[in-house]
T-cell receptor, first 114, second 114 residues
Framework: DTEVTQTPKHLVMGMTNKKSLKCEQHMGHRAMYWYKQKAKKPPELMFVYSYEKLSINESVPSRFSPECPNSSLLNLHLHALQPEDSALYLC?????????????FGDGTRLSIL | GNSVTQMEGPVTLSEEAFLTINCTYTATGYPSLFWYVQYPGEGLQLLLKATKADDKGSNKGFEATYRKETTSFHLEKGSVQVSDSAVYFCALSDPIDTGNQFYFGTGTSLTVIP
């Protein structure tokens, strides 16, 4: 069982829709991450939050909008996505202040854009 | 800069065969090293880790030793099972990086046949 919970597990949306992905952890971790993963490829970092503040944005298009409402929750708001955005979106968390410590991943949301 | 080079796959082995997946790294500081495993339809699970030179990480019969002199962290298992079929990612975390960023290898797909 994963300690990072992501919902929904699957999402199909049209290019004009607005939807949100959610991620929750209760391990007391203060660093949280969004990754995009294409089939047979490693995860690509999108955003990093540290103590609820955005610390890294890897030049992600504005149609992806992250939000960290509190230390346990991380959202990714989606709007006007393109077919190439279809992928597995992974959330992860780690202990801020434990440099070099592991990241803990959720099972991801598999997103399909029609 | 930081990077991870991982053995190309896919790898196909018979049950009970010996497994080695090569991983070498480049780092500016003194990184922590990880192996993650991803089963079909799931997120990444931490398999093992090592935080300093000569450390050996081990879990579920898998082992990897942090070799600073060869900048390597090869994954080994003495006798693979069908249930080990998955994609394996080598990863690096540099403690001097902001936000505990991870650098992933390209992943190695392993299939174990009965």
């Amino acid at each position: 069982d994963t300690e990072v919970t992501q919902t929904p597990k699957h999402l199909v949306m049209g290019m004009t829709n607005k939807k949100s992905l959610k991620c929750e952890q209760h391990m007391g971790h203060r660093a949280m991450y969004w990754y995009k993963q294409k089939a047979k490829k490693p995860p690509e970092l999108m955003f990093v939050y540290s103590y609820e503040k955005l610390s890294i944005n890897e030049s992600v298009p504005s149609r992806f909008s992250p939000e960290c409402p509190n230390s346990s929750l991380l959202n990714l708001h989606l709007h006007a996505l393109q077919p190439e955005d279809s992928a597995l979106y992974l959330c992860a968390s780690s202990q801020e202040g434990q440099k070099g410590g592991p990241q803990h991943f959720g099972d991801g949301t598999r997103l399909s854009i029609l | 800069g930081n990077s991870v080079t991982q053995m190309e796959g896919p790898v196909t082995l018979s049950e009970e065969a010996f497994l080695t997946i090569n991983c070498t790294y480049t780092a500016t500081g003194y990184p922590s090293l990880f192996w993650y495993v991803q089963y079909p339809g799931e997120g990444l699970q931490l398999l093992l880790k090592a935080t300093k030179a000569d450390d050996k990480g081990s879990n579920k019969g898998f082992e990897a030793t942090y070799r600073k002199e060869t900048t390597s962290f090869h994954l080994e298992k003495g006798s693979v099972q069908v249930s080990d079929s998955a994609v394996y990612f080598c990863a690096l975390s540099d403690p001097i990086d902001t936000g505990n960023q991870f650098y992933f290898g390209t992943g190695t797909s392993l299939t174990v046949i009965p």
